[in-house]
């Protein structure tokens, strides 16, 4: 992993002030209704095992399923979405041109997930650093993201969406130093599934501008878990393929397995989060995977 690191803001405090009324959407009427009898999934089934999970159909409000939806568990790199949401309302507020080079330091690289480390090129464009993180989950390239754009902006952008209980609290590194934040960042199912409906509905921004997003996130080479249940190319699937077109943002380490995003077909919309934390010094990989699955089955069988 990488070594520590002291990454400073070189942004604008200002640049995140967005223009959506403050309000937590998290009580409107999405969140609304009982689940469908087509939403059975196991989360339950594991012992030794917490998942956060809710589904429900952006326009109708009616709810696919729900387990513990308002529980804040770590989500590894979900909170990653918002630094990607950030970088686009300081490039909306004038603060940030996605034009704008940003290089690379040695000291921010991080090996694993991601393509960067493995390339020549150290300088991206903002925009391409942040198709690497929508694409590949890119610690190197979230890293200089966030030295762009500033852990302070991006919590408190968070909070001008209205969500208290789910954040990007820290760049990559390991071992994390005495004081640091503990964990890179957490969420509920309530919240980043509700973040994900209102991009779908082109709240924030312009439709060109919440395209931006979608397709940093439609780049998602990880297709392993809900969205394992629709058989789609990995690696190109920004369309809709057997009639389902999926959009989405995983997380992934040794305790944690987290995925949200869109699915839709062409008359229906369902927003989804699903988390899973369970104890260090066990692997439940294998075990949570299955229900993963199951949950996207849930989805694809109302669709």
Do not use: C
């Not at 696919?64 to 630094?83: C, I, P, R, Y």
Request: without cysteine; negative net charge; aromatic residues 10%.
């Amino acid at each position: 992993m990488t070594d520590d690191m002291n990454v400073k803001s070189e942004s604008m405090n200002q640049g995140t002030t967005s223009q959506v009324e403050t309000t937590s959407q998290v009580e409107t009427a999405s969140y609304v209704g009982t689940p469908s009898n087509m939403g059975s999934v196991g989360f339950d089934r594991l012992p030794g095992v917490r998942f956060s999970a809710l589904a429900f159909d952006i326009d109708s409000g009616e709810r696919v399923f729900a387990h513990n939806e308002n529980d804040e568990l770590d989500t590894a790199s979900m909170g990653k979405v918002f630094l990607l949401h950030t970088a686009l309302q300081m490039h909306v507020n004038g603060n940030l041109n996605l034009q704008e080079r940003l290089s690379r330091r040695p000291s921010e690289r991080v090996d694993e997930s991601g393509i960067w480390y493995l390339m020549e090129q150290d300088d991206l464009s903002v925009y391409d650093v942040a198709v690497l993180v929508g694409a590949f989950s890119d610690n190197f390239a979230t890293n200089v993201l966030i030295r762009r754009i500033g852990l302070e902006n991006v919590a408190r952008q968070v909070e001008d969406l209205g969500y208290r209980n789910s954040g990007l609290h820290d760049f990559l590194r390991w071992p994390r130093p005495a004081k640091a934040p503990r964990t890179l960042s957490t969420g509920t199912a309530a919240e980043l599934s509700d973040f994900m409906a209102r991009h779908a509905e082109d709240e924030f921004w312009d439709e060109s501008t919440n395209e931006i997003f979608r397709r940093w996130l439609g780049a998602g080479a990880d297709t392993s878990m809900v969205a394992s249940a629709f058989d789609l190319d990995p690696l190109a699937h920004y369309n809709y393929q057997r009639d389902v077109w999926v959009w989405n943002k995983t997380g992934t380490n040794g305790t944690i397995r987290a995925d949200s995003g869109i699915v839709m077909t062409p008359t229906r919309r369902v927003a989804y989060a699903v988390f899973a934390n369970w104890e260090k010094g066990t692997d439940r990989v294998v075990d949570v995977m299955p229900i993963m699955r199951e949950a996207g089955e849930a989805i694809h069988r109302f669709l």
